[in-house]
């Protein structure tokens, strides 16, 4: 059995290397075409055509023929009026082959849902999609209702294409098959490449009459579709745009792109919003719930209701209110707060079967109405909550209900609906009212439910997960309704203000305008989305350029110095903070940094008068001592630097083991080797790497050991001593 089970395993793994070969191949001549290698394309897809495809080897054939002749006429000068419109031809004939190339290829060797639905429905041949339509127009019973849904999804999702008899029947079905039907679209179009089926989502998206949930799934669907073919979507850049105008006449596809793009960049901030949730916030919670029962408050969740200051006093202390209002804030902004709560509940039978993840919430479902009928509480409680969450999300609330025992439903049930009239008046003020708000919350819900499907599924891992990147801006055809300078901003925003650096970073170049901006702000957030990233030469230059605007901007010289520091620059540093200084005198730690600067540049003289400026400013100066005393046995004044070394040795319980070094460097230097190699066999015993670490440091202060001119015998022998000594 053991046996069995390896050779299984061992044949899965082949099996999705196999397709992993194949997809990276489909790639390749993607990129081909889309770069207009035709040649080169045409070799790829011959390779990868396998001996039961030789069928295809012809066609290949007879439009290279076409291709060479194309050239022929080229290369002779003759004028062909046609040329253009041929090449998109070959271009799209060529993606179509490859497809159907690599789509034979998995079929005969790749494992997963898709291919297996797929080759079941081949073995037993498709269902008439628009039969199937029909009879559940004409259904009565809803289970019988149920699994048509789930025929017609799983029609969609696995069909080559779409016909025009079919798209009509789709266009005229009820709401909650279109909703579904949607998404299987959208899942088909994510499997395959398919004009038909983007028309049909762009087509409907242009209805009049379309739903905010409606029209978020297939805008989203859409996005997806052109965001995964860049090159077919420039192929059929007439269909699509000609779609995208009429869309744009009935309604703002521009807000609308905007909208679905942050709201795509918070689904995808998801994961770290719940780790850090129930890391840390929750868990702090529950550490403090015995210290809030001391002031009778032992439901956390009543505490917004609550003014008692003492209580009030004891948070604060505690910083767990800051960490409410951070909850909150999140849960204002639009942040995914419930997936943490949700993302456990998706364990029942009911989830296994893929189509449900997508389906839009219906009481009447023949898996909820049972657990709902004869209970009114929990339907005005759904009612109550429902809008707040994804469709996913509320099948999970009520089928939690079949794992609590039949005994202990009632009392569940009776504790939440004590609170059930003032969650109905949080959630009426929540309820949005206007075209805009109605489509960003369906976006928001609608995301929630792809993001669950992508993160928790149980097959999940047969998925490409499409939110591993972003929606670009400049997405071929729909980035133009992306390319407004307001739209732009609030992207890069929103990226800056989540620390998404380098994404915000992309956006601040493009919205600066080159050389010629202005908008000292924008340059800044800029310089430091680059400084953020470790890209210090460029933070500089866009720092700079806000400097030149804004010449006394503290807070930019407080970066350029940083950034010259990294950049090995330390005297331009120091020009900044001796700047900086000379408007802030009352400010020393200025000439701690100014002279910290000055230590970098070899500046050893006018780095003490810095240091001894800052030491005589303040009462307690012994954030200076350290570097006086390494300025001092740098300078040769090993007498003043003893002195310092034995303040530090005294007055400082925070020694490491680099005080000790450096006090027994001083100490070599003024011929005391006994008194030095003391200081040494005890640094190494604060040195966290023992002897090991200790020597190495000593090794790299050797420069600084011959230059106080020590004899280089005594330099080589004291490693010697300090090995050979036992800690």
Same mark, same amino acid.
């Given at each position: 059995?053991?046996?069995?089970?390896?050779?299984?395993?061992?044949?899965?793994?082949?099996?999705? @290397?196999?397709?992993?070969?194949?997809?990276?191949?489909?790639?390749?001549?993607? @990129?081909?075409?889309?770069?207009?290698?035709?040649?080169?394309?045409?070799?790829?897809?011959?390779?990868?055509?396998?001996?039961?495809?030789?069928?295809?080897?012809?066609?290949?054939?007879?439009?290279?023929?076409?291709?060479?002749?194309?050239?022929?006429?080229?290369?002779?000068?003759?004028?062909?009026?046609?040329?253009?419109?041929?090449?998109?031809?070959?271009? *799209?004939?060529?993606?179509?082959?490859?497809?159907?190339?690599?789509?034979?290829? !998995?079929?005969?060797?790749?494992?997963?849902?898709?291919?297996?639905?797929?080759?079941?429905?081949?073995?037993?041949?498709?269902?008439?999609?628009?039969?199937?339509?029909?009879?559940?127009?004409?259904?009565?019973?809803?289970? @019988?209702?149920?699994?048509?849904?789930?025929?017609?999804?799983?029609?969609?999702? +696995?069909?080559?294409?779409?016909?025009?008899?079919?798209?009509?029947?789709?266009?005229?079905?009820?709401?909650?098959?279109?909703?579904?039907?949607?998404?299987?679209?959208?899942?088909?179009?994510?499997?395959?490449?398919?004009?038909?089926?983007?028309?049909?989502? %762009?087509?409907?998206?242009?209805?009049?009459?379309?739903?905010?949930?409606?029209?978020?799934?297939?805008?989203?669907?859409?996005?997806?579709?052109?965001?995964?073919?860049?090159?077919?979507?420039?192929?059929?850049?007439?269909?699509?745009?000609?779609?995208?105008?009429?869309?744009?006449?009935?309604?703002?596809?521009?807000?609308?792109? &905007?909208?679905?793009?942050?709201?795509?960049?918070?689904?995808?901030?998801?994961?770290?919003?719940?780790?850090?949730?129930?890391?840390?916030?929750?868990?702090?919670?529950?550490? !403090?719930?015995?210290?809030? *029962?001391?002031?009778?408050?032992?439901?956390?969740?009543?505490? @917004?209701?609550?003014?008692?200051?003492?209580?009030?006093? #004891?948070?604060?202390?505690?910083?767990?209110?800051?960490?409410?209002? &951070?909850?909150?804030?999140?849960? $204002?902004?639009?942040?995914?707060?419930?997936?943490?709560?949700?993302?456990?509940?998706?364990?029942?039978?009911?989830?296994?079967?893929?189509?449900?993840?997508?389906?839009?919430?219906?009481?009447?479902?023949?898996?909820?109405?049972?657990?709902?009928?004869?209970?009114?509480?929990?339907?005005? %409680?759904?009612?109550?909550?429902?809008?707040?969450?994804?469709?996913?999300?509320?099948?999970?609330?009520?089928?939690?209900? #079949?794992?609590?025992?039949?005994? $202990?439903?009632?009392?569940?049930?009776?504790?939440?609906?004590? &609170?059930?009239?003032?969650?109905?008046?949080?959630?009426?003020?929540?309820?949005?009212?206007?075209?805009?708000?109605?489509?960003?919350?369906?976006?928001?819900?609608?995301?929630?439910?792809?993001? *669950?499907?992508?993160?928790?599924?149980?097959?999940?891992?047969?998925?490409?997960?499409?939110?591993?990147?972003?929606?670009?801006?400049?997405?071929?055809?729909?980035?133009?309704?992306?390319?407004?300078?307001?739209?732009?901003?609030?992207?890069? #925003?929103?990226?800056?203000?989540?620390?998404?650096?380098?994404?915000?970073?992309?956006?601040?170049?493009?919205?600066?305008?080159?050389?010629?901006?202005?908008?000292?702000?924008?340059?800044?957030?800029?310089?430091?989305?680059?400084?953020?990233?470790?890209?210090?030469?460029?933070?500089?230059?866009?720092?700079?350029?806000?400097?030149?605007?804004?010449?006394?901007?503290?807070?930019?010289?407080?970066?350029?110095?940083?950034?010259?520091?990294?950049?090995?620059?330390?005297?331009?540093?120091?020009?900044?903070?001796?700047?900086?200084?000379?408007?802030?005198?009352?400010?020393?730690?200025?000439? %701690?940094?100014?002279?910290?600067?000055?230590?970098?540049?070899?500046?050893?003289?006018?780095?003490?008068?810095?240091?001894?400026?800052?030491?005589?400013?303040?009462?307690?100066?012994?954030?200076?001592?350290?570097?006086?005393?390494?300025?001092?046995?740098?300078?040769?004044?090993?007498?003043?630097?003893?002195?310092?070394?034995?303040?530090?040795?005294?007055?400082?319980?925070?020694?490491?083991?680099?005080?000790? $070094?450096?006090?027994?460097? +001083?100490?070599?230097?003024?011929?005391?080797?006994?008194?030095?190699?003391?200081?040494?066999?005890?640094?190494?015993?604060? +040195?966290?790497?023992?002897?090991?670490?200790?020597?190495?440091?000593?090794?790299?202060?050797?420069?600084?050991?011959?230059?106080?001119?020590?004899?280089?015998?005594?330099? *080589?022998?004291?490693?010697?001593?300090?090995?050979?000594?036992?800690?």
């Amino acid at each position: 059995m053991q046996a069995d089970i390896s050779i299984f395993a061992s044949d899965r793994k082949e099996k999705k @290397q196999g397709v992993s070969i194949v997809n990276h191949q489909l790639q390749q001549i993607y @990129q081909a075409v889309g770069d207009g290698l035709l040649s080169e394309a045409f070799d790829h897809v011959r390779a990868s055509a396998t001996p039961q495809q030789s069928y295809l080897l012809t066609r290949i054939d007879e439009l290279e023929g076409v291709y060479r002749q194309l050239l022929s006429y080229f290369a002779r000068g003759v004028k062909d009026e046609k040329q253009a419109e041929m090449l998109i031809y070959l271009r *799209r004939q060529l993606m179509d082959i490859a497809a159907e190339v690599q789509l034979g290829s !998995m079929i005969g060797q790749g494992a997963g849902l898709f291919l297996d639905r797929l080759r079941y429905r081949r073995s037993i041949g498709f269902e008439n999609l628009t039969n199937l339509l029909a009879q559940a127009a004409e259904s009565t019973g809803r289970k @019988q209702y149920d699994e048509l849904v789930r025929l017609i999804f799983d029609s969609l999702w +696995t069909a080559d294409t779409l016909t025009e008899e079919e798209a009509a029947a789709l266009s005229q079905a009820d709401e909650y098959i279109r909703l579904a039907a949607a998404s299987a679209v959208t899942m088909g179009l994510l499997q395959r490449w398919d004009i038909r089926k983007l028309c049909f989502l %762009l087509e409907e998206l242009a209805r009049t009459n379309a739903s905010a949930d409606y029209r978020a799934r297939l805008l989203i669907g859409a996005v997806l579709a052109i965001r995964t073919y860049p090159h077919h979507a420039r192929l059929y850049s007439e269909e699509i745009g000609s779609r995208l105008e009429a869309i744009h006449e009935q309604m703002p596809l521009d807000s609308a792109l &905007e909208t679905l793009t942050i709201r795509f960049l918070f689904a995808r901030e998801t994961e770290s919003i719940t780790r850090h949730l129930q890391d840390e916030l929750f868990v702090d919670m529950q550490k !403090m719930a015995p210290d809030l *029962r001391k002031f009778g408050m032992g439901d956390i969740d009543s505490i @917004q209701e609550t003014a008692n200051p003492e209580w009030m006093d #004891e948070l604060e202390k505690s910083g767990l209110g800051s960490k409410i209002r &951070e909850f909150s804030e999140l849960q $204002l902004e639009g942040a995914d707060v419930m997936h943490s709560s949700f993302m456990n509940l998706k364990g029942s039978s009911f989830f296994r079967d893929m189509h449900n993840w997508f389906l839009p919430f219906d009481a009447e479902h023949s898996r909820i109405a049972p657990l709902l009928e004869g209970n009114a509480l929990m339907k005005q %409680l759904l009612e109550t909550i429902g809008p707040q969450l994804c469709n996913s999300d509320r099948y999970s609330f009520i089928l939690s209900v #079949e794992s609590i025992p039949s005994a $202990l439903r009632g009392s569940a049930m009776g504790a939440m609906g004590g &609170e059930l009239e003032a969650m109905k008046e949080q959630m009426r003020a929540d309820v949005p009212t206007g075209d805009a708000d109605k489509l960003d919350a369906a976006i928001k819900g609608y995301l929630q439910d792809l993001y *669950r499907f992508y993160k928790v599924y149980e097959r999940k891992n047969e998925f490409d997960d499409i939110f591993c990147t972003t929606i670009s801006p400049d997405l071929p055809l729909i980035g133009r309704y992306m390319q407004k300078r307001e739209t732009l901003l609030h992207i890069a #925003e929103f990226l800056f203000r989540r620390k998404h650096y380098e994404e915000a970073a992309n956006l601040y170049a493009e919205l600066t305008d080159g050389k010629g901006s202005t908008d000292t702000t924008l340059l800044q957030k800029w310089g430091f989305s680059l400084q953020q990233q470790g890209r210090y030469e460029e933070a500089l230059a866009a720092y700079t350029r806000a400097e030149l605007i804004d010449t006394e901007n503290e807070w930019l010289l407080r970066r350029m110095a940083h950034c010259y520091r990294l950049l090995h620059r330390p005297a331009e540093a120091a020009d900044i903070f001796t700047q900086l200084f000379e408007c802030h005198p009352d400010e020393a730690a200025l000439l %701690l940094q100014k002279g910290n600067a000055l230590v970098e540049d070899g500046q050893y003289n006018e780095a003490l008068k810095s240091f001894f400026q800052y030491e005589f400013s303040v009462e307690d100066a012994a954030k200076a001592r350290r570097p006086i005393a390494w300025c001092l046995f740098l300078t040769g004044q090993y007498e003043r630097a003893c002195d310092y070394y034995g303040m530090i040795l005294d007055s400082d319980s925070n020694l490491t083991f680099t005080d000790r $070094l450096n006090a027994g460097h +001083t100490a070599l230097a003024m011929g005391r080797i006994a008194e030095a190699i003391d200081h040494y066999q005890i640094g190494q015993k604060l +040195t966290p790497g023992g002897k090991t670490e200790f020597l190495a440091a000593y090794t790299a202060d050797m420069p600084a050991l011959l230059a106080a001119h020590v004899d280089e015998t005594t330099i *080589r022998l004291i490693p010697e001593v300090l090995r050979l000594h036992p800690l």
